[in-house]
């Protein structure tokens, strides 16, 4: 599905509070949520992120689309209206969460910065953030185990049961991983933010189904080179068309 046009710019930019303080250039990773007093479950594996760029405009994400547009901070409040939302189909846990915290952005919510904690509140909700290098520092390429949880195919994002059973391990220039079905190894190549991985081989166990398209799925998506962003325990492959993989550090 194609993304959503881009957010209205709002008349009032920037991000200074009354008080001075600034959010511009700042990063935050969701620590608790809290409504009318109450812990809120978020969806497995999803932290809140906030990041605020320095040319005003405010990204955001819940766990599966992408949010984003200019944003007002005066006077203790977050106003960020007209919000533009890309489509990818998510699974429904995080479908329902990303409409939640839509709206709750959409809502005129107040925020405080104390520290590397930021709280931002509205009605009975209380989001508690803290500085993402702080919460969550970037994890290395070599010798983290990252296993599969999106398979990215043009605007759509897809996550299949048993997908985490999928992952790999860089060390040097060899990697080695297993399909859900098979194991895997080969040799990858790097240069800046470019991974190029050769000829993977595998073992012979036959797969069928769900198993047998994941492996499909997955070794065609690592061949070639790719270009790879490490952001926390998220490592994001994608190729020159736009399609790959996003996995996380197990």
């Given at each position: ?16 509070s ?32 906030l ?26 409040k977050?106003?960020?209206?007209d ?37 931002v ?5 209380a ?27 043009g605007e759509t ?14 060390g ?26 050769g000829?993977?081989s ?42 790959g ?6």
């Amino acid at each position: 599905m194609p993304a959503a046009g881009l957010a209205l710019l709002l008349g009032a930019c920037g991000s200074e509070s009354g008080a001075g303080e600034s959010l511009d250039g700042k990063s935050f990773l969701s620590v608790s949520v809290t409504e009318d007093g109450k812990a809120r479950q978020l969806a497995p594996n999803t932290r809140i992120q906030l990041q605020f760029m320095d040319d005003g405009r405010l990204t955001a994400n819940a766990g599966c689309n992408s949010m984003g547009g200019k944003v007002a901070t005066s006077s203790g409040k977050l106003s960020v209206k007209d919000l533009a939302i890309t489509e990818m189909g998510c699974d429904p846990p995080r479908h329902t969460q990303d409409d939640w915290f839509a709206k709750f952005l959409q809502g005129e919510p107040s925020w405080k910065l104390e520290a590397d904690k930021l709280t931002v509140s509205q009605g009975g909700t209380a989001l508690v953030l803290q500085d993402r290098e702080t919460a969550d520092p970037d994890r290395p390429l070599d010798g983290t185990k990252w296993s599969l949880e999106t398979v990215i195919s043009g605007e759509t994002a897809s996550h299949s049961t048993g997908s985490e059973k999928a992952h790999f391990t860089i060390g040097g220039e060899r990697v080695t991983g297993s399909t859900g079905c098979n194991e895997f190894q080969g040799v990858v190549a790097r240069t800046g933010d470019k991974l190029t991985f050769g000829e993977l081989s595998t073992t012979r166990k036959a797969c069928t189904g769900d198993a047998a398209k994941l492996e499909q799925t997955l070794l065609g998506a690592l061949k070639g080179e790719l270009t790879y962003t490490i952001e926390a325990g998220r490592l994001k492959l994608r190729a020159p068309d736009g399609n790959g993989l996003d996995l996380t550090a197990g």
